[in-house]
């Protein structure tokens, strides 16, 4: 049985439901859209035991009141610090979840840098971090600052290697060109997207992918290694005194990037 399934929803998000134990019964993670997941749901035998957020964008929380009036009883978790109508568990960070009914404990980690409040799952060797980290890529910054990304980011890679990262964006071959003009002899890079073409060409997800994969090809992750800060001084045409300073620029050249 699989443990993590997803439904998808708008262009390209993905909405986690993760499978407990018990196996009717299920966590959503970002419920953008409830239509798709009310459609899923009976088909996959599953009913819903809570729900997750990450942040307050529309396109992770839209669905959570529509999913209430179906299953009003259902505890919604989600940032303290972020408006969202529906939480009924709010959360800074720090804190421990437990489903015991489904088997289920995730660590709260709070990552802010896309928002202020953001939120991460992590649990069972599942990472789900919504829109801070992508693969090969990471969330841009509408509310934070490149230092709260980059410690963000940096915490998030120093978990176990083997973590699977769930993150809520179909986004893969939107970042592997960016990543491959950072460092352009990086062979992870350039496999990985001749496997993501393929994988998508069969409408198939590259989702998740693992923190061991992600270290070797997302620059964001590797603004320690030599070739990416040497990139990033050519781009600012300076040279970068940090970590900090190399994840900003990086973040700003992304943020300009049209290849």
């Known amino acids: 049985m699989q443990p993590v399934l997803h ?3 708008f262009d390209d998000n993905y909405i986690w439901v993760i499978r407990g134990r018990a196996a009717d019964r299920a966590l959503l993670v970002d ?36 999913l209430l009036r179906h299953y009003p009883a259902l505890p919604v978790y989600g940032p303290a610090s972020e408006s ?57 910054l509408f509310e934070g600052t490149p230092a709260q990304m980059h410690q963000s980011l940096s915490a998030l890679a120093d978990l176990p290697g083997d973590t699977l990262v769930y993150c809520a964006h179909e986004y893969t071959l939107y970042n592997t060109p960016f990543a491959a003009a950072v460092e352009p002899d990086n062979v992870a890079v350039r496999d990985w997207h001749r496997q993501a073409q393929d994988r998508r060409s069969r409408n198939e997800p590259t989702v998740p992918t693992t923190l061991a994969h992600e270290r070797v090809t997302n620059p964001f992750l590797r603004t320690d290694v030599e070739s990416v800060r040497a990139a990033a001084e050519r781009y600012a045409g300076t040279t970068l005194p940090d970590g900090v300073a190399v994840f900003a620029t990086l973040r700003r050249w992304r943020d300009n990037f049209r290849g």
């Open 84 to 140: 969202i109508p529906g939480i009924t568990r709010p959360l800074h960070g720090g804190e421990t979840i437990e489903v015991p009914s489904l088997g289920l404990r995730f660590s709260v980690l709070a990552v802010p840098g896309h928002t202020r409040g953001h939120l991460a799952y992590y649990g069972h060797g599942w990472l789900f971090c919504g829109d801070t980290l992508f693969q090969c890529g990471c969330g841009r």
């Open 7 to 9: 439904v998808r929803a």
């Open 31 to 66: 419920p953008g859209d409830a239509a798709p997941v009310l459609a899923a749901l009976p088909q996959l035998g599953l009913t819903p035991a809570g729900i997750l957020c990450t942040h307050h964008h529309g396109d992770h929380t839209g669905g959570i009141e529509e």
